[in-house]
């Protein structure tokens, strides 16, 4: 059984070897004959301040008591040698939870820093400038590991949060995460072959317009399911559908528009929706590379947070 979440009185000798000091510990990991100890304290007030600090009391614990409320500063720890450590009680699994989480938050903190954060300054004219890429600090990675601590591995606390708030971002009713892009792309094309929309449903051997350059998932789901992808040009300027093509590649077989936004640029929205309702058609609306960018909302958007997705400040 591990010791961790153990409230120890801890003996130091001091450098000097002239004698020894008790301080009280709690016991935050353990290897072999050492235990890792987090430092308590009485100062309370002294420590507050510091986010990685918690305050304890007899409330708090499952066996043993406190003389006074307490302070765990978690980020204040050191290993010696079990021999060293007297028991004196033991925080609740809950507690001892949250102090292990803020430990793990302080070395991640760490790691970012050491490993991760780019402390390159921008020079106009000489930095690259990439394309797309991942744009992250020290709590997307504490996130990270915090959801990893759960090990939930389907869909946990984190998916819900972000699908609320994703979307009140949005300002639509509902969001879905799925693992992709190309999932929310499948996901979108394949809502919409439910019988329930009966003669809107789109049925195999139906045509969906979409553009000859395009993102290969954009298309992918259309001919997974059996209907037609019918390809209009881009514009060569933006990179978008040439949205004087779209009455040509009409016919009485066409249910729906797919379309992505090109690089961050939407392609002519207004255009492209008023097609769609005058000839009665669904427009699904890749979005993996335009979160950000505004127009009017379409009534099915696919978003990506792939490295290689854009996302408009
Ligand atoms: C336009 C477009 N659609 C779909 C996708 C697929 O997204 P994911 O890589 O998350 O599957 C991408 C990804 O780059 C994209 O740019």
């Excluded at 353990?30 to 309370?44: A, C, G, P, R, S």
């Excluded at 809502?191 to 789109?202: A, G």
């Excluded at 259309?222 to 040009?233: K, L, R, W």
Aim: hydrophobic residues 40%; proline residues 4%.
């Amino acid at each position: 059984m591990s010791d961790v979440g153990t409230l120890a009185l801890v003996r130091f000798e001091y450098t000097d070897k002239s004698g020894w000091k008790v301080r009280p510990g709690l016991i935050t990991g353990e290897y072999l004959n050492d235990y890792q100890v987090t430092f308590i304290t009485k100062e309370v007030n002294k420590y507050s301040h510091e986010d990685t600090s918690v305050i304890i009391d007899n409330d708090d614990l499952s066996a043993g008591r406190l003389k006074k409320k307490s302070i765990v500063r978690t980020h204040k720890t050191f290993w010696i040698e079990k021999a060293q450590c007297k028991r004196i009680g033991t925080l609740k699994t809950e507690v001892t939870d949250k102090i292990l989480r803020l430990n793990e938050e302080y070395f991640v903190r760490n790691y970012y820093n050491f490993a991760h954060k780019q402390n390159q300054p921008f020079i106009p004219g000489k930095s690259r400038v990439p394309y797309a890429g991942r744009v992250y600090d020290e709590k997307e990675m504490i996130n990270l590991v915090d959801s990893a601590l759960d090990f939930w591995l389907t869909t946990g606390k984190y998916a819900e949060r972000f699908e609320r708030d994703f979307a009140d971002f949005l300002g639509v009713k509902y969001s879905f995460l799925v693992n992709s892009g190309s999932s929310a792309n499948l996901l979108a094309f394949m809502s919409l072959t439910s019988p329930l929309l009966e003669d809107r449903r789109i049925k195999r051997g139906d045509e969906v317009i979409t553009v000859a350059a395009g993102f290969p998932t954009t298309v992918a789901p259309i001919i997974q399911y059996g209907a037609v992808p019918v390809f209009v040009d881009v514009d060569l300027e933006t990179a978008n559908v040439d949205v004087t093509l779209l009455e040509h590649a009409l016919s009485n077989k066409t249910k729906a528009v797919m379309l992505a936004h090109t690089l961050g640029n939407p392609f002519d929205i207004e255009a492209v929706s008023q097609f769609c309702q005058k000839h009665n058609l669904w427009l699904i609306e890749d979005n993996c590379d335009a979160l950000g960018s505004t127009y009017t909302p379409s009534q099915l958007s696919a978003f990506s947070f792939e490295p290689s997705a854009y996302i408009r400040e």
